[in-house]
Protein backbone atom coordinates (compact mmCIF):
# COMPACT_ATOMS: atom_id res chain seq x y z
CA UNK A 1 0.00 0.00 0.00
CA UNK A 2 1.14 3.27 -1.32
CA UNK A 3 0.11 6.25 0.80
CA UNK A 4 1.32 10.12 1.64
CA UNK A 5 0.68 9.36 5.39
CA UNK A 6 3.09 10.71 8.11
CA UNK A 7 3.41 8.82 10.95
CA UNK A 8 5.85 10.61 13.92
CA UNK A 9 7.35 8.33 16.46
CA UNK A 10 8.39 9.60 20.12
CA UNK A 11 9.62 8.44 22.87
CA UNK A 12 12.60 7.45 25.32
CA UNK A 13 16.07 6.14 24.04
CA UNK A 14 16.14 2.54 23.53
CA UNK A 15 12.03 2.11 23.27
CA UNK A 16 12.59 0.29 19.90
CA UNK A 17 11.02 3.04 17.73
CA UNK A 18 12.90 2.34 14.88
CA UNK A 19 11.86 -1.15 14.85
CA UNK A 20 8.03 -0.74 15.33
CA UNK A 21 9.02 2.25 12.40
CA UNK A 22 10.49 -0.21 10.56
CA UNK A 23 7.64 -2.58 10.64
CA UNK A 24 4.97 0.02 9.85
CA UNK A 25 6.48 1.87 6.76
CA UNK A 26 7.54 -1.99 4.98
CA UNK A 27 3.49 -2.69 5.79
CA UNK A 28 1.82 0.65 4.23
CA UNK A 29 4.75 1.12 1.66
CA UNK A 30 6.13 4.22 3.40
CA UNK A 31 9.43 5.37 3.69
CA UNK A 32 11.12 5.66 7.01
CA UNK A 33 13.51 8.19 8.17
CA UNK A 34 15.26 8.08 11.49
CA UNK A 35 16.42 11.45 12.62
CA UNK A 36 18.11 10.15 15.48
CA UNK A 37 20.35 8.83 13.11
CA UNK A 38 20.92 12.56 11.68
CA UNK A 39 22.22 13.91 15.26
CA UNK A 40 24.38 11.05 15.40
CA UNK A 41 25.97 11.83 12.29
CA UNK A 42 26.80 15.41 13.36
CA UNK A 43 27.61 14.08 16.45
CA UNK A 44 30.50 12.16 14.30
CA UNK A 45 31.44 15.10 12.43
CA UNK A 46 31.74 17.23 15.63
CA UNK A 47 34.38 14.25 17.19
CA UNK A 48 36.16 13.84 14.01
CA UNK A 49 36.42 17.61 13.72
CA UNK A 50 37.48 18.77 17.21
CA UNK A 51 34.42 21.23 17.49
CA UNK A 52 34.10 21.62 20.99
CA UNK A 53 30.45 19.78 22.32
CA UNK A 54 29.17 21.49 25.31
CA UNK A 55 28.18 20.04 28.57
CA UNK A 56 24.29 21.06 29.23
CA UNK A 57 25.70 23.66 31.79
CA UNK A 58 28.05 25.22 29.30
CA UNK A 59 25.25 25.79 26.77
CA UNK A 60 23.87 29.52 27.29
CA UNK A 61 27.39 30.79 28.13
CA UNK A 62 28.82 29.01 24.63
CA UNK A 63 30.61 31.51 22.35
CA UNK A 64 30.99 29.34 19.44
CA UNK A 65 29.66 29.80 16.01
CA UNK A 66 28.33 26.69 14.75
CA UNK A 67 27.18 28.00 11.34
CA UNK A 68 30.00 27.57 9.84
CA UNK A 69 30.69 24.02 10.61
CA UNK A 70 27.03 23.54 9.88
CA UNK A 71 27.30 24.88 6.47
CA UNK A 72 30.20 21.61 5.89
CA UNK A 73 27.82 19.31 7.08
CA UNK A 74 25.70 17.27 4.60
CA UNK A 75 23.36 14.59 5.44
CA UNK A 76 21.30 12.23 3.50
CA UNK A 77 19.96 8.73 3.04
CA UNK A 78 20.45 6.21 0.83
CA UNK A 79 18.72 3.02 -0.03
CA UNK A 80 21.55 0.47 1.02
CA UNK A 81 20.51 -2.33 -1.52
CA UNK A 82 22.26 -5.57 0.89
CA UNK A 83 19.32 -4.66 3.31
CA UNK A 84 16.99 -2.48 1.12
CA UNK A 85 16.44 0.41 4.38
CA UNK A 86 17.75 3.60 4.53
CA UNK A 87 21.77 4.37 5.95
CA UNK A 88 22.78 7.47 6.56
CA UNK A 89 25.03 9.57 4.84
CA UNK A 90 27.73 12.07 6.30
CA UNK A 91 29.19 13.59 3.37
CA UNK A 92 28.59 11.36 0.95
CA UNK A 93 30.21 8.54 3.08
CA UNK A 94 27.82 5.70 4.70
CA UNK A 95 27.99 5.95 8.45
CA UNK A 96 25.32 3.74 9.16
CA UNK A 97 27.54 1.42 11.82
CA UNK A 98 29.55 4.13 13.11
CA UNK A 99 27.18 6.08 14.52
CA UNK A 100 25.70 3.59 16.51
CA UNK A 101 28.65 3.22 19.11
CA UNK A 102 28.58 4.31 22.37
CA UNK A 103 31.17 6.95 21.95
CA UNK A 104 28.85 9.05 19.53
CA UNK A 105 25.30 7.48 22.18
CA UNK A 106 27.38 9.37 25.24
CA UNK A 107 27.74 12.65 23.25
CA UNK A 108 24.63 12.83 21.02
CA UNK A 109 22.46 14.31 23.53
CA UNK A 110 24.87 17.04 24.19
CA UNK A 111 24.90 17.87 20.36
CA UNK A 112 21.05 17.43 19.94
CA UNK A 113 21.06 20.12 22.34
CA UNK A 114 22.60 22.94 20.38
CA UNK A 115 20.19 25.06 19.10
CA UNK A 116 21.43 25.55 15.45
CA UNK A 117 22.19 22.00 15.28
CA UNK A 118 18.46 21.32 15.57
CA UNK A 119 17.44 24.43 13.49
CA UNK A 120 19.49 22.59 10.67
CA UNK A 121 18.33 19.22 11.34
CA UNK A 122 14.64 19.76 11.55
CA UNK A 123 14.43 21.90 8.18
CA UNK A 124 16.17 18.95 6.69
CA UNK A 125 13.64 16.72 7.92
CA UNK A 126 10.44 18.75 7.30
CA UNK A 127 11.50 19.04 3.58
CA UNK A 128 11.87 15.27 3.73
CA UNK A 129 8.09 14.84 4.41
CA UNK A 130 6.90 17.60 2.11
CA UNK A 131 5.45 15.26 -0.24
CA UNK A 132 3.88 12.64 2.81
CA UNK A 133 4.72 9.19 2.36
CA UNK A 134 6.57 8.74 5.69
CA UNK A 135 7.62 7.11 9.14
CA UNK A 136 9.72 9.40 11.30
CA UNK A 137 10.83 8.28 14.60
CA UNK A 138 12.88 10.96 16.97
CA UNK A 139 12.09 13.11 19.88
CA UNK A 140 10.32 16.35 18.75
CA UNK A 141 8.63 14.62 15.51
CA UNK A 142 5.19 14.79 16.50
CA UNK A 143 5.55 17.91 18.46
CA UNK A 144 7.91 20.09 16.24
CA UNK A 145 8.35 18.33 12.68
CA UNK A 146 5.45 17.22 12.03
CA UNK A 147 2.38 18.80 14.69
CA UNK A 148 0.28 17.91 11.87
CA UNK A 149 1.26 14.14 11.58
CA UNK A 150 -1.82 11.89 10.29
CA UNK A 151 -0.77 9.32 13.65
CA UNK A 152 1.64 10.39 16.04
CA UNK A 153 2.96 7.39 18.82
CA UNK A 154 4.60 8.29 22.01
CA UNK A 155 6.48 5.07 23.03
CA UNK A 156 7.60 4.08 26.50
CA UNK A 157 9.21 1.45 28.25
CA UNK A 158 10.46 0.50 31.63
CA UNK A 159 14.00 1.91 31.93
CA UNK A 160 15.42 -1.41 32.91
CA UNK A 161 14.18 -3.22 30.59
CA UNK A 162 15.39 -0.82 27.76
CA UNK A 163 18.42 -0.97 29.06
CA UNK A 164 18.70 -5.12 29.03
CA UNK A 165 17.28 -4.43 25.17
CA UNK A 166 20.19 -2.49 23.92
CA UNK A 167 22.70 -4.38 26.09
CA UNK A 168 21.72 -7.54 24.48
CA UNK A 169 21.56 -5.54 21.09
CA UNK A 170 25.03 -4.18 20.96
CA UNK A 171 26.40 -7.26 22.76
CA UNK A 172 25.24 -9.23 20.17
CA UNK A 173 26.98 -6.85 17.47
CA UNK A 174 30.54 -7.17 19.47
CA UNK A 175 30.56 -4.27 21.45
CA UNK A 176 32.59 -4.44 25.29
CA UNK A 177 29.85 -2.34 26.81
CA UNK A 178 29.00 -3.12 30.78
CA UNK A 179 25.68 -3.73 32.00
CA UNK A 180 26.49 -0.42 34.20
CA UNK A 181 26.95 1.75 31.25
CA UNK A 182 24.16 0.99 28.93
CA UNK A 183 21.68 1.62 31.91
CA UNK A 184 23.96 4.91 32.74
CA UNK A 185 23.83 5.83 28.89
CA UNK A 186 19.92 5.31 28.60
CA UNK A 187 18.98 7.15 31.89
CA UNK A 188 21.11 9.69 31.49
CA UNK A 189 20.00 10.53 27.73
CA UNK A 190 16.60 10.19 29.03
CA UNK A 191 17.17 13.10 31.73
CA UNK A 192 19.01 15.42 28.80
CA UNK A 193 16.77 14.68 26.22
CA UNK A 194 13.36 15.69 28.71
CA UNK A 195 15.23 18.60 30.23
CA UNK A 196 16.91 20.99 27.82
CA UNK A 197 15.83 24.03 26.09
CA UNK A 198 15.69 23.50 22.88
CA UNK A 199 12.00 21.06 21.74
CA UNK A 200 12.84 18.68 24.58
CA UNK A 201 11.07 15.10 24.41
CA UNK A 202 7.64 15.57 25.25
CA UNK A 203 4.18 13.70 24.40
CA UNK A 204 2.21 15.91 22.18
CA UNK A 205 -1.15 16.19 23.88
CA UNK A 206 -2.65 14.13 20.50
CA UNK A 207 -0.18 11.12 20.33
CA UNK A 208 -1.03 7.74 20.85
CA UNK A 209 0.75 6.32 23.97
CA UNK A 210 2.43 2.61 23.40
CA UNK A 211 4.11 1.08 26.74
CA UNK A 212 5.77 -1.93 25.39
CA UNK A 213 7.37 -3.13 28.30
CA UNK A 214 5.80 -6.39 28.15
CA UNK A 215 5.13 -5.95 24.79
CA UNK A 216 6.22 -8.48 21.84
CA UNK A 217 7.40 -6.59 18.67
CA UNK A 218 4.25 -8.22 16.54
CA UNK A 219 1.89 -7.47 19.40
CA UNK A 220 3.42 -3.79 19.08
CA UNK A 221 2.84 -3.40 15.34
CA UNK A 222 -0.83 -5.10 15.74
CA UNK A 223 -1.98 -2.97 17.97
CA UNK A 224 -0.28 0.07 16.16
CA UNK A 225 -2.36 -0.69 12.67
CA UNK A 226 -5.48 -1.07 14.78
CA UNK A 227 -5.09 2.36 16.11
CA UNK A 228 -4.59 3.33 12.10
CA UNK A 229 -7.82 1.50 11.18
CA UNK A 230 -9.53 3.33 13.85
CA UNK A 231 -8.08 6.51 12.87
CA UNK A 232 -9.05 5.91 9.07
CA UNK A 233 -11.92 7.81 8.54
CA UNK A 234 -10.29 10.81 10.05
CA UNK A 235 -7.32 10.51 8.18
CA UNK A 236 -7.76 12.99 4.94
CA UNK A 237 -4.64 11.74 3.14
CA UNK A 238 -3.34 8.42 2.23
CA UNK A 239 -5.59 4.41 2.14
O1 LIG B 1 16.94 7.77 18.44
P1 LIG B 1 18.40 7.78 18.88
O2 LIG B 1 18.60 7.19 20.24
O3 LIG B 1 19.32 7.19 17.87
O4 LIG B 1 18.76 9.34 18.99
C1 LIG B 1 20.02 9.76 19.40
C2 LIG B 1 19.91 11.06 20.15
O5 LIG B 1 19.53 12.11 19.26
C3 LIG B 1 18.95 11.10 21.31
O6 LIG B 1 19.60 10.88 22.55
C4 LIG B 1 18.36 12.48 21.28
C5 LIG B 1 18.65 13.00 19.91
N1 LIG B 1 17.46 13.18 19.08
C6 LIG B 1 16.80 14.37 19.20
O7 LIG B 1 17.16 15.21 20.04
N2 LIG B 1 15.74 14.64 18.39
C7 LIG B 1 15.33 13.74 17.50
N3 LIG B 1 14.30 14.03 16.70
C8 LIG B 1 16.00 12.50 17.37
C9 LIG B 1 17.06 12.24 18.20
Do not use: W
Request: glycine share 6%; proline share 3%.
Amino acid sequence: MHSRLIIAIDGYSSCGKSTVAKALAKRLGLQYIDSGAMYRAVTLYFMKNNIPIPFPEQLQNMDFNFEPVLDKIHIDFRVNPSTGLSDVHLNGVDVEKEIRSMAISEQVSHVSAIKAVRVRLVELQKKAGMMGGLVMDGRDIGTVVFPHADLKLFMKADPMVRAERRFKELSLKGTKVTMEEVINNVVGRDYEDTHREESPLRKANDSFILDNTHLTQEEQVDIVMKEIVRLKDSIKQGF
